[in-house]
């Protein structure tokens, strides 16, 4: 079992967590939970977990002498809403979930997202512990504390900033994830690569995760609530989050951020920020080594893609963008649109 501590700032210890990686990691579920929880409020998605499930866990045998209800949410984007919350929160009430008790989100990261914002408003903060079951949860969304739901006008528009107490990654719930659910934690993989230069195929999966887990951790810790530095972290997702919203989420968000990682370097190379030849390392990287697209689907609209952009919740002063440069990506606001539009019809086209 590999773990990795995510350091808070201030030295405030008592708020910082582990992240279990590891095999049958679920079974340390009971001990992950704060002390003195009377009850736990399980979110997952029907289907999930169970004997009849893709993952045969049996979270009431493991937390055997808690009041465990499971609240199920709905599958797909569609679902990551403000209605979905207003439902957990009714079924938080009948349960009798108190500030005392845990909610716990079992699933991807759509799951550990509206469960963090649910637990983070019920009652203004109840503890939460998420077990990812993609990859993509286990390297990037259910770490770091980010929350949230959509709206029609953007991705995360609307959440709040809530660690958990504790994340558990069984590896053994990656068994049953189709392929696409696979690239989908390779696209958000990718983006660690080009944040650190680390070759992250190299390592065994367990390491590979826990690697990524400590990079995320180490920025979180110097900049726990995006004032600066945790912006990196988004890196190709300006791009990704319009090309979901574009294709109504046929473009699945790890495919999504592989192609923004591309557009950005281009956008990049537009500005005199870098060469021909790093662009051509992001291609490289991100369609032979991750085997991933490095361009959105046919009749997807710029000027709708721009549009989108515009929204981002990074952009502050204009179009925001993480951008690489000769000292590495860096955030860069106030990008000017012509330039942006010029390089955006080029690549979609």
């Not at 993952?55 to 569609?78: M, S």
């Not at 799951?111 to 914002?117: E, L, N």
């Not at 953007?154 to 049953?176: I, R, Y």
Request: net charge negative; aromatic share 4%.
């Amino acid at each position: 079992m590999l773990r990795v501590t995510v350091t808070l700032p201030g030295g405030q210890t008592d708020r910082s967590y582990d992240v279990l990686v590891g095999r049958e990691a679920i079974g340390d579920l009971r001990r992950c939970l704060p002390e003195g929880v009377r009850r736990v409020a399980v979110v997952t998605q029907h289907g999930l977990v169970g004997p009849d499930g893709a993952l045969d866990w049996d979270l009431a045998g493991l937390l055997g002498d808690l009041d465990v209800v499971t609240h199920e949410i709905g599958v797909g984007e569609e679902a990551k809403s403000l209605t979905t919350i207003e439902r957990l929160a009714r079924g938080f009430a009948e349960q009798g979930l108190t500030r005392r008790d845990v909610v716990v989100g079992v699933g991807g990261g759509m799951v550990t997202d509206v469960a963090g914002f649910a637990a983070a408003t019920w009652h203004r903060g109840v503890p939460v512990v998420h077990v990812p079951t993609t990859l993509l949860g286990m390297v990037d969304a259910a770490i770091g504390g980010k929350t949230g739901v959509n709206l029609p006008e953007g991705k995360n528009l609307v959440g709040a900033f809530w660690q958990p107490s504790a994340v558990v990654c069984d590896l053994d719930a990656l068994d049953t994830l189709p392929p696409r659910e696979m690239r989908c934690g390779l696209g958000e993989m990718a983006k660690y690569h080009f944040l650190t230069g680390d070759d992250l195929l190299a390592m065994e999966l367990p390491e590979r995760i826990a690697r990524c887990v400590q990079i995320k951790a180490e920025v979180v810790a110097s900049d726990e609530r995006e004032g600066g530095r945790r912006a990196l972290l988004n890196y190709g997702h300006t791009l990704a989050h319009a090309v979901e919203i574009a294709t109504d989420h046929r473009v699945a968000h790890g495919e999504a951020v592989a192609i923004g990682l591309v557009f950005a370097a281009e956008l990049a190379r537009d500005l005199g920020r870098i060469d021909d030849d790093r662009v051509a390392e992001h291609r490289r990287i991100v369609a032979g080594e991750y085997d991933l697209a490095v361009t959105p689907p046919a009749g997807v609209d710029p000027d709708e893609l721009l549009t989108l952009m515009a929204r981002d919740k990074k952009a502050l002063d204009g179009l925001t963008f993480v951008l690489d440069g000769h000292a590495g990506p860096e955030v860069v606001a106030g990008v000017d649109e012509s330039t942006v539009r010029r390089t955006l019809e080029r690549f979609v086209s």
